[in-house]
């Protein structure tokens, strides 16, 4: 090579790397030496010169002169008819750009040698008319193909200069633009993808040359924004998972740039980045809503290894972070007239991609590291960020609202929303006052749907103070509509509904938001009536939930088969004894529905609609149960399961022969199996499904007697291991987990058919604990189809979940809950020729005869009705004398609609003065009517908030005190049984885990709970739970026919808990018992034990299971004897001798009794001035106050023992009217109550 030739070469590569560089200084004097040494490269210095003529013609227009560019893309045809008649306009404003256009023609048709300088001069001459406003021009000078030409270039021996890919990106985005601009979006989407392969070999480095980083971040500003505009106006067949090429192009250009995204706009360039990062987050949000299949192409080959959600996941996050940077960087803190609209809409499009994330479609493994709580940390965050650049916004702080209450977060979630309630109260009130609309303040719809869920919120996770803060905005709301909404207008398709002014500023209301709204303030009402003090106005607050209710069910509101409003309606209407009613609108709910969609209801995920219905099946088992139809209560509860059609459908295969799958096997069979339906529900579903097997095992101690509900019970336990054990996180229950141990090994088992069973039965069959055990003769009972829970065997089978080695009973437990209604209809077959009869058993008197009286059915809604049996268990062993109501009361036929005074009302001493009756039926008039030609509720068009995910320890201690629930249900079936012993065992149980939650709770340093606080869901407290614990300890012992050791137990209780409705009812049964001089009072002084005995457990140790005074040993009633010690008579709670009624007992005359002095005759009256007068007297009006207090609570209002026990009270003070008048009540109590109480139908209150 000459010395020529090298200088020429030298001075092509400055020029190229000025070119590069954006050094256009530099370029004429380039151009100079190139001619000198090289004149036959005419058409490379021509295009330079045009180049730098251009770009100094570029820096002198005018900013209203500058050609549309990427953002043009949108432009309308017109527009650019516009461009083309003022071509001429251009010509003569930039005469020294227009000059370069017949010498680069001249010149590219001459180059034949050197097909870069022939590419390059193209290029600049499409540019030349680009620059012009001559967009058709513009791509008519292109090359035809961009991306073959710059191919065959890059094809040759060497390799091509960075300025032809500098030429080869403008070329493809001016040609791109240019058929944006004329309407050929799928012609301009080709051309901007076919230049993707030249972006590809250009190096990603920090150091690219400047004018390269200018015309590639001007092509994907160009290919992003037309992408995303014709994803929205569907004017390309392109879909959004394909325009995801352009924006990851976009975000590796910008990786390589730096860590920190770079805002501003670019020269030349129509949209900010941040206009780019924001489409490229919504290209994101809308494959992740829409569901669509995520591409994996080769620019996320570094994810390979990743699942494909976890790399969708990664993504978002990403670009959601760089948005937002940007965003909150460059938008400034709003004034008074303005609204930071950007914002808000950023924040709605985060919550909606949160709705998907943490919903039932997504998982905790595809959410990567943190599950959902992360998510909903980094919502969170991004919502107190947003908030710095707005100023009183409503949607953030709804959003707030949302967040926090999905993390149960319920104080920062509740301050949320009383901000949010404050500010779009006084909004709207402005908005009332000037008529003027406010910018940013949320419609009415908004406001009741946010309203509604808050209250939903108070009356399901919250205590006394969340019912009433819930009952208050209830009202609130109540008044809001009958004011703003009084009269309801539907539209010609029956699809809105608007408010009742004439106003112009009229708002439009889905209707189904109105039926939300009724139907929350419904439950706010209906929530607080159960835990109002004030007991007089109970029945009125009832009567408003029911109206609310049924206003939400409305054909005009288009939830006429709602099964959320079904379920509280038909509670509320069970507590309050209206059985027909109750009955009607549970079955309205129950009713298939032919066109409903799949999966439609208030959960998500799969089997939405059986999800729902499972409380409602619950709820009709116990109001049949409570009509005394226990059989079909028992198919019920059998209905619950089989809807699911496949136990499979219910609880999945991740179990096999009760034994669960280790991970890598779960893993290999990940194809074959899934997750059952209890997998995707909350805790409170779960219990929902374990109470409906508790009342299950109920009505099998009714119909088949307290031994089969014992051998039944090991099916709950195994529920319970299902429902709450993680296999992979908790402990496989053993024998040696105290969390979960075998209960103890009952006796003798004994089969029991229906003539067994606690109505009606002749009977009890009582079970020693014996080694040998006795086996029922074939004579007297019909011996019942074998099944694994009923097999008779020497020993009753052990109620075991798992053994030590891991390994469980051979049979299924979703088997079991199949067979379980085999075996009841098996026994209707046994003992249909037997008549039912029942009594209410009320014992009183000192008696250890067991006797059962039945009387006449009387004639309720048309059928034979037979009043329930109450708990003998409950009641004192040793009263014998039985109170049997008139055999002649026959109350009105009930209906729907119910007549005034169709029922007694409670007690005058429980009422005030009012206009109608405390218990007057729910609605005088209307009755429940049901369309089924109405279509039913679709599903919600916008995605519902997830579910409430509490922390690992509030879950953790809320799962012990529902276990606490089982092992005192499976206590009272021993008790029932007289397998006491057992019964011990199972409180044992009951007793470790109470103490162990009681110690967690103590460790808990957040402030959240406490011993007599659980915390916002948390069931129920330390203290009640002690006081569950020690009131069946109490019972345990009046079986035992241990009375002081019963009244240890139940002063226990209630020094726990204050207000325990079953240790009130216990405790005052043995304070009437003293005063009717049936017992002794307790000694107020242990006695003495001798050193002998010094290992004994002391007397006034109440939690003890074994007595060690004297008095304790003896069965009531205790008679004088020589040889127990004497006591005075003294203050009260010292031991005295009573009266007998045959005259055995003896009262002593004097101060100091002697042996002697017992055997004396005895003052009938006794009247005498002894202290022992005072001590009955007190005895009684303590349990009056009791029982009083009690009845007038929300928990004893329809308690029936408790009303009961009032009577005896009301009988023994000398009030025999108001006795009588309590008597009356019992029985209506008695005649519409169920197998088990009302409230555990539902574990979140009304709120499914």
């Not at 209801?601 to 116990?622: N, Q, V």
Request: glycine share 6%; charged share 25%.
């Amino acid at each position: 090579m000459s010395r020529e030739q090298s200088k020429a070469a030298h001075y092509i590569q400055q020029l190229d790397e000025a070119r590069c560089e954006g050094n256009w200084d530099a370029v004429p004097e380039l151009v100079r030496k190139i001619k000198k040494h090289a004149p036959h490269r005419t058409c490379l210095t021509l295009t330079a010169e045009s180049e730098y003529s251009v770009i100094q013609a570029a820096l002198t227009r005018p900013n209203t002169a500058r050609p549309a560019t990427a953002g043009s893309s949108n432009a309308s045809a017109g527009h650019t008819a516009h461009t083309e008649t003022t071509a001429s306009a251009s010509y003569s404003q930039y005469p020294s750009i227009s000059r370069y256009i017949p010498l680069l023609l001249e010149a590219i048709e001459q180059e034949k040698t050197y097909v870069e300088d022939d590419f390059q001069a193209q290029v600049c001459l499409g540019w030349i008319h680009w620059q012009l406003g001559e967009p058709s021009l513009a791509a008519s000078r292109l090359p035809r193909s961009v991306e073959q030409d710059y191919a065959q270039l890059d094809g040759t021996n060497k390799e091509s200069t960075e300025w032809t890919k500098v030429c080869a990106l403008k070329a493809s985005y001016i040609k791109g633009s240019v058929q944006g601009r004329t309407g050929a979006v799928d012609d301009a989407l080709e051309s901007y993808e076919s230049a993707l392969p030249i972006l590809a070999s250009v190096p990603a480095t920090v150091q690219q040359p400047k004018e390269l980083r200018t015309w590639t971040e001007l092509y994907l500003t160009g290919f992003c924004m037309l992408s995303s505009h014709a994803i929205k106006s569907k004017l390309s067949s392109i879909l959004e998972t394909e325009t995801l090429s352009a924006f990851r192009a976009w975000a590796k250009f910008w990786e390589v740039q730096g860590p920190s995204p770079t805002g501003g706009r670019a020269p030349q360039a129509e949209v900010s980045r941040r206009q780019v990062w924001k489409e490229y987050y919504i290209t994101l949000s809308d494959v992740l809503q829409q569901d669509l299949p995520f591409p994996t192409t080769a620019l996320t080959a570094a994810y390979t290894s990743i699942s494909t959600r976890l790399q969708q996941r990664a993504e978002l996050k990403r670009v959601e972070a760089r948005y937002e940077t940007l965003l909150l960087a460059e938008v400034q803190f709003p004034k008074a007239e303005e609204a930071s609209d950007e914002v808000e809409a950023f924040v709605d499009l985060v919550m909606q991609n949160w709705r998907i994330l943490c919903g039932s479609s997504w998982s905790e493994q595809d959410l990567g590291e943190g599950g959902t709580e992360a998510v909903s940390r980094g919502v969170l965050d991004i919502l107190y960020r947003a908030a710095t650049k707005t100023f009183h916004s409503t949607t953030i702080l709804r959003h707030l609202f949302t967040v926090h209450l999905a993390i149960a977060e319920f104080d920062l979630a509740f301050k949320a929303f009383d901000t949010y309630m404050e500010i779009v109260k006084k909004g709207k009130a402005r908005v009332e006052e000037t008529g003027e609309e406010e910018h940013g303040l949320d419609d009415d719809e908004t406001f009741l749907r946010t309203a509604s869920e808050c209250i939903k919120a108070l009356c399901r996770y919250g205590s006394r103070q969340g019912a009433e803060k819930g009952k208050d905005l209830g009202q609130f709301f109540e008044d809001w509509l009958d004011k703003h909404h009084p009269t309801v207008h539907g539209n010609a398709n029956g699809r809105f509904l608007e408010n009742g002014h004439s106003r112009e500023l009229e708002t439009t209301i889905s209707p189904k938001t109105f039926a939300l709204a009724w139907r929350c303030i419904g439950i706010a009402h209906a929530q607080w009536a159960r835990l109002t003090y004030d007991a007089p106005s109970r029945s009125d607050i009832q009567l408003r939930a029911i109206k609310c209710f049924r206003k939400a069910l409305m054909p005009q509101y288009e939830s006429t088969n709602d099964v959320e409003t079904f379920f509280a309606l038909g509670t509320i209407l069970a507590e309050r004894r209206e059985l027909a009613a109750a009955i009607e609108v549970v079955k309205s709910g129950l009713l298939p529905r032919s066109n409903i969609a799949t999966g439609a209801g208030p959960y998500p995920g799969r089997f939405s609609r059986e999800r729902a219905l499972i409380p409602l099946w619950h709820l009709m088992s116990l109001l049949l149960s409570a009509r005394q139809d226990f059989l079909t209560a028992a198919r019920s509860c059998e209905g619950a399961f089989e809807q699911f059609q496949d136990p499979k459908n219910l609880f999945g295969e991740a179990d096999l022969n009760g034994v669960y799958r280790s991970d890598h096997l779960n893993e290999k069979n990940k194809g074959r199996s899934q997750a059952g339906v209890v997998d995707d529900m909350d805790d409170f579903e779960r219990e929902s499904v374990l109470e409906v097997k508790m009342t299950q095992l109920a009505l099998i101690e009714v119909l088949e007697g307290p031994e089969v509900a014992v051998n039944a019970s090991d099916e709950l336990l195994s529920l319970y291991t299902r429902l709450f054990v993680d296999s992979k996180t908790d402990a496989t229950p053993s024998a040696k987990n105290t969390t979960l141990a075998i209960p103890p090994k009952s006796s003798a088992g004994t089969i029991k058919s229906i003539t067994g069973s606690i109505f009606g039965r002749s009977g009890r069959s009582v079970r020693k604990s014996t080694t040998a055990g006795s086996i029922t003769s074939e004579k007297t009972l019909v011996a019942r189809p074998k099944t694994t829970q009923t097999i008779a065997s020497t020993r009753a089978p052990t109620i075991q979940v798992t053994s030590e080695n891991g390994i469980a009973a051979k049979q299924h437990h979703h088997e079991k809950l199949r067979k379980r209604s085999d075996s009841v209809s098996k026994s209707k077959d046994h003992g249909s020729a037997r008549e039912r009869s029942t009594s209410i058993n009320r014992r009183r008197s000192d008696s250890g005869a067991r006797s059962r009286e039945s009387h006449n059915a009387t004639i309720v809604d048309g059928e034979k009705f037979f009043t329930p049996q109450a708990d003998v268990s409950d009641r004192d062993p040793w009263q014998s004398e039985t109170v049997k109501p008139p055999t002649n009361l026959t109350p009105t036929k009930s209906s729907l609609n119910s007549r005034p005074g169709s029922r007694p009302s409670p007690p005058k001493s429980h009422q005030m003065a009012q206009k109608d009756r405390s218990l007057k039926p729910a609605n005088q008039t209307a009755t429940i009517a049901q369309d089924n030609r109405l279509p039913h509720i679709s599903p919600n068009s916008s995605l519902g908030n997830p579910l409430t995910r509490f922390p690992t320890d509030q879950q953790r201690r809320r799962r012990r005190a529902i276990l606490v629930k089982v092992w005192l249900l499976v206590s009272g079936f021993y008790r029932r049984a007289s397998l006491y012993d057992d019964a011990k065992g199972s409180i044992e149980e009951a007793h470790k885990l109470v103490k162990s939650l009681e110690e967690d709770v103590s460790r808990d340093t957040s402030g959240h709970v406490s011993i007599i606080y659980p915390g916002w869901g948390g069931g129920k407290s330390v203290a009640e739970l002690w006081g569950d614990v020690f009131s069946e300890r109490g019972y345990l012992a009046m079986a035992e026919r241990s009375p002081y050791l019963a009244l240890g137990h139940f002063e226990s209780a209630l020094s726990h808990f204050a207000d325990h409705p079953s240790a009130i009812v216990g405790l005052s049964n043995i304070l009437l018992d003293i005063y009717t001089e049936e017992l002794l009072p307790p000694p107020s002084i242990p006695s003495l034990v001798l050193p002998s005995s010094l290992s004994a457990p002391s007397s006034s140790t109440v939690n003890t299971s074994v007595p060690a005074t004297p008095l304790t040993t003896q069965s009531p009633p205790i008679k004088p004897s020589s040889s127990l010690p004497i006591i005075p008579h003294g203050p009260i709670g010292l031991a005295s001798t009573k009266p007998r009624p045959n005259g055995a007992g003896h009262t002593p005359q004097e101060p100091t009794s002697t042996p002697e002095s017992q055997t004396s005759s005895l003052e009938p009256s006794y009247k005498g001035s002894s202290a022992s007068l005072l001590d009955r007297l007190a005895a009684r009006d303590r349990a009056y106050g009791l029982l009083t207090a009690l009845t007038k609570l929300g928990t004893g209002w329809n308690y029936s023992e408790a009303w009961f026990a009032l009577a005896r009270a009301y009988e023994e003070g000398g009030q025999p009217d108001k006795a009588r008048e309590v008597l009356w009540w019992c029985v209506e109590l008695e005649e519409g109550r169920g197998v088990r109480d009302w409230s555990v139908v539902g574990s979140g209150g009304y709120v499914l």
